[in-house]
């Protein structure tokens, strides 16, 4: 067996970025989170059933808020290696120094990893401060421009480098004048935040009009009413309506996931004309939903 035959990703560009330009494709970045201990066959079965839903890519986040998880980088190369899929990392500008997130892109690259997300991380939670210190040496704007540098310089294989669009921002103006610094920086595209609202899909369209980088429309299905009211209320930079909210009430875990997968294909028509692809952030691990989700999203 040859190596292209042994390891599908072999275009230049790799499979997410080449799908990006196709007019009309659409395809699906995948976010799944990594697994909390050293065990990853149940991580990789999920990523299985994933590819197997259409899947163009899985995304994997940096220890979001703050709380250890195998490391998204070697568990990118790993789903990079064995399964084929073309994968991007989240890398934060929390835990690293310089040097550790240079040495850290080389192996990267070696390991034929094209595309990172690039964000400044969620703070170390006020409980955790004692035992757990923050490095911060830059912002993501300065991130990128770091990775771009070494792209234009360094890299025998540059990086496509995302970054981060928070659509939800009550103040989008500013989000979207930070978006064009990062643009300036070196971001050839933005994943954004989960949407909800119809505020926020008028800041997408607007965010359609003024980027020029590919845009991915986040989806991240709610699968329950105490999920809803938790995103609500104690999560960051998202925004639930109170009648998405309030759809939920009542529901079991069958029509949870009924709800969500209603929910999340409407959006993502509505989001059509905006967007050059998909952000689908699976909630628990509920892979087998993300598989349903993109096989209805793609009959549409």
């Not at 070494?150 to 979207?176: D, G």
């Not at 997968?261 to 628990?284: K, W």
Request: glycine letters at 6%; hydrophobic letters at 40%.
């Amino acid at each position: 067996m040859n190596k292209q035959q042994e390891n599908p990703i072999t275009e230049e560009h790799g499979a997410l970025w080449d799908a990006l330009c196709a007019p009309e494709q659409r395809p699906f970045a995948v976010e799944l989170d990594s697994p909390a201990d050293g065990s990853i066959d149940r991580f990789m079965a999920g990523a299985r059933e994933l590819i197997d839903g259409g899947a163009a890519l899985i995304t994997v986040a940096d220890c979001p808020f703050a709380k250890p998880r195998m490391d998204a980088s070697i568990t990118a190369c790993k789903l990079r290696r064995e399964l084929g899929i073309d994968v991007m990392p989240h890398l934060t500008c929390r835990d690293r120094n310089l040097n550790a997130t240079q040495a850290l892109l080389m192996g990267l690259c070696a390991e034929d990893v094209g595309n990172v997300l690039l964000v400044t991380g969620d703070p170390v939670p006020a409980s955790g401060r004692e035992s757990v210190k923050s490095v911060y040496q830059f912002n993501s704007r300065g991130l990128i421009a770091f990775v771009d540098r070494l792209n234009r310089t360094s890299l025998p294989k540059p990086f496509h480098i995302f970054a981060a669009l928070n659509v939800n921002a009550y103040n989008f103006p500013v989000q979207l004048a930070l978006a064009r610094e990062k643009e300036a920086s070196g971001a050839v595209g933005f994943l954004t935040q989960p949407i909800y609202t119809e505020e926020a899909l008028d800041n997408l369209q607007l965010a359609r009009e003024t980027l020029r980088g590919k845009l991915l429309g986040g989806i991240m299905p709610i699968i329950s009413h105490r999920n809803a009211l938790y995103l609500k209320n104690e999560v960051a930079g998202i925004r639930v309506d109170e009648a998405t909210v309030s759809r939920y009430e009542g529901a079991d875990r069958a029509r949870g996931e009924e709800l969500a997968l209603e929910l999340s294909c409407s959006l993502a028509r509505r989001m059509r004309e905006y967007v050059d692809g998909y952000y689908l952030i699976t909630p628990f691990s509920r892979t087998a939903l993300m598989a349903r989700i993109m096989e209805q999203i793609r009959a549409d």
